[in-house]
């Protein structure tokens, strides 16, 4: 989508951030479009940039 890094790149991230606005704002459209059956907060803790 592109959307992800788009916003990453106009608000920046902090070193502290565990997940960054890119990815939050991400889950919520496919949350809202109704491609993810599963809840944002699942979405985000099974997030592969999340791993490490």
């Known amino acids: 989508m592109g959307i992800e ?3 990453n790149t106009i608000i920046g991230r902090s070193s502290r951030e565990k ?3 890119g ?3 991400k889950a919520m459209l496919l ?3 109704g491609f993810v059956s599963a809840p944002i907060h699942e979405y985000i803790s099974t997030s592969p940039q999340l791993r490490s």
């Open 5 to 7: 890094e788009e916003i």
């Open 19 to 21: 997940v960054s606005a």
């Open 23 to 25: 990815v939050i704002v």
């Open 31 to 33: 949350n809202g479009l």
